[in-house]
């Protein structure tokens, strides 16, 4: 195959003094980055900070702009998160660095495709944030192995996770968070979801993480809450629109379990806490006692996050004892339930009439008493039944990450079981579990989709520290 890369910025080639320094020079270390998320963009910049020797970072990447969940994940709301982006500006600014957007990195491709990629400018790069999605270019892994001395898979987990029995959740008002936030955060392939928040009471978000708070406060926030944020505007006048009475968040373990971490719980207690956002009309109903008790017995074994949590709970319904507000909406937090059966509706194809959930008993494994991450439960259902009436459904349960089609033809090995590629210290292994020359792995795709941009930024940086521990042994070995 080959692969023509056409520079056509005078910012992308080598200029001044930096050109006469590079003619003198041994010919860059070339590094191809796949996808310009958290990760591929925090290897590119530790890179730059410690390998000292000519370098080019190419970021191939399957939007028109970069950033990932950075930009298509991360609430409106948070805009110190998106922080990050500075240092990730500084990464696309290097006149070594090439932006390719709009090139989706596939595995395999005929050896007859040939293709004229084009780089992107940096300023050209933010003002593409609201440009129409281009025919988008591919362009093989194998094309990046042939002419890169490194290639990065930092491509994020891309794919909604589905229950178990898959096919039970296809319904058009049974919604993946992953499309649901990317809606209203104005993700191109989302951008047309428009959630039918105006003939929906009831919502039911199953998962409790932190992107189910994320969604909730969506849902329950009053819309001036997203009025001078990033929010694609047709969302806002969507949730203006609204007529959702009333959220549940519901979780399949108890509430020790909860996934989501102390400061979301708390940052969405605080927003619908009248005492600390004067004008809020939205009542917490709180959780059930019988959730709670049924961990009691475990409570000497918490650790300090997790009795926190229940202290914050306490704390706050006290806080909020007869504070008196007029109720237009309630959220409540559901435990020790698990989606059985979503039940259309026969007069809107939309929507939902109901969801039965089965109801579980937590399970304690004596083992892990002592986990200092707190006892290890696990849902075990009680074959009885609980109907929730509801019109949409918002499935939380965790992103999934995906092989690239063909990536098996590369020799590189993916873990379907985790949704990772598989990789040992971010060098990437075959289906024999032989090392992968050159190729890596960064960030969700291979970690699973856990972990926050400070966690992501962490494993990109040991992995961009490992390519030049490795091309330093190599030149070393070459001599
Ligand atoms: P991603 O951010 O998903 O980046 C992967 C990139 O690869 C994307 O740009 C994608 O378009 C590109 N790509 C995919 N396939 C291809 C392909 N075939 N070819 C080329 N490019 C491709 N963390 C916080 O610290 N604070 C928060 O408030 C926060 N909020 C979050 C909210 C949500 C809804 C989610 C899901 C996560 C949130 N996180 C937050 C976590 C944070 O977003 C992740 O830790 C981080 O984005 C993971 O980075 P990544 O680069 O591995 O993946
Ligand atoms: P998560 O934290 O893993 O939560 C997933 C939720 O889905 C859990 O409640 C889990 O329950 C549930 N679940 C999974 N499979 C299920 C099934 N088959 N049936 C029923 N429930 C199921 O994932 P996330 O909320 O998508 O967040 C991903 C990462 O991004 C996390 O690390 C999160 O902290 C981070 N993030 C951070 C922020 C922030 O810092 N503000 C915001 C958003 C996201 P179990 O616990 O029982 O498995």
């Known amino acids: 195959m080959l692969v023509l890369l056409r520079p056509v910025f005078s910012w992308s080639l080598p200029r001044g003094t930096f050109s006469r320094r590079l003619s003198a020079a041994p010919p860059p270390f070339k590094v191809a980055v796949v996808g310009a998320g958290p990760a591929g963009l925090y290897v590119g910049y530790r890179l730059y900070e410690q390998y000292h020797l000519p370098l080019q970072v190419d970021i191939f990447e399957k939007q028109a702009v970069p950033y990932g969940l950075s930009r298509f994940g ?19 600014a290097n006149p070594s660095t090439r932006f390719f957007g709009n090139v989706d990195v596939v595995g ?25 999605v281009e025919p988008r270019q591919q362009i093989s892994l194998a094309a990046l192995r042939e002419t890169y001395d490194a290639v990065v898979l930092s491509y994020g987990c891309q794919a909604d996770k589905h229950f178990p029995d898959s096919t039970k959740d296809r319904h058009p008002a049974v919604i993946p968070a992953r499309q649901f936030v990317g809606w209203y955060n104005n993700a191109p392939e989302f951008k047309l979801l428009n959630p039918p928040l105006h003939k929906v009471k009831e919502v039911v978000v199953v998962g409790n993480g932190n992107v189910a708070l994320d969604v909730a406060r969506v849902l329950l926030a009053p819309t001036s809450h997203w009025q001078d944020t990033d929010m694609l505007p047709e969302a806002i006048d969507v949730l203006r629109n609204s007529t959702v009475e009333r959220v549940r968040l519901v979780a399949r373990r108890g509430f020790y379990d909860s996934a989501f971490t102390n400061k979301e719980f708390r940052e969405l207690l605080d927003l ?14 709180g959780i059930d006692e019988a959730a709670i008790a049924q961990m009691e017995a475990m409570v000497p074994h918490m650790g300090r996050v997790h009795k926190r949590r229940l202290d914050m709970y306490r704390k706050f319904q006290k806080d909020v004892a007869g504070a008196n507000t007029t109720t237009t909406r309630t959220w409540s937090l559901d435990y020790l339930l698990s989606p059985d059966l979503f039940e259309a509706s026969k007069d809107d194809p939309q929507l939902l009439t109901a969801t039965h959930f089965t109801k579980n008993r937590l399970e304690v494994d004596e083992a892990l008493l002592a986990d200092p991450a707190g006892p290890k439960t696990r849902a075990v259902s009680t074959r009885e039944s609980q109907v929730l009436p509801l019109q949409l459904v918002i499935t939380s349960i965790g992103y999934k990450g995906e092989p690239l089609p063909g990536m098996l033809q590369n020799g590189i090995c993916f873990d379907e079981k985790h949704g990772v590629v598989l990789s040992v210290d971010g060098r990437v292994r075959s289906p024999a579990g032989v090392t992968v020359p050159g190729v890596y792995a960064a960030g969700w795709i291979k970690n699973g989709p856990l972990g926050v941009i400070a966690t992501t930024m962490m494993d990109a940086f040991a ?13 070393a070995s070459r001599g």
């Open 272 to 285: 619908l806490n009248p005492k600390k956002t004067p004008g809020t009309t939205v009542h917490f109903e």
């Open 108 to 132: 395999h491709l005929d050896d007859s495709s040939l293709l004229l990629l084009v780089p992107l400018a940096p300023d050209a790069v933010e003002l593409l944030a609201t440009a129409p």
């Open 74 to 92: 991360v609430a409106p709301d948070h805009p110190e998160v998106k922080n990050c982006q500075d240092q990730f500006r500084t990464v696309l």
């Open 463 to 475: 992995v961009a520290e490992t390519i030049i521990g490795d091309r330093e042994n190599q030149e």
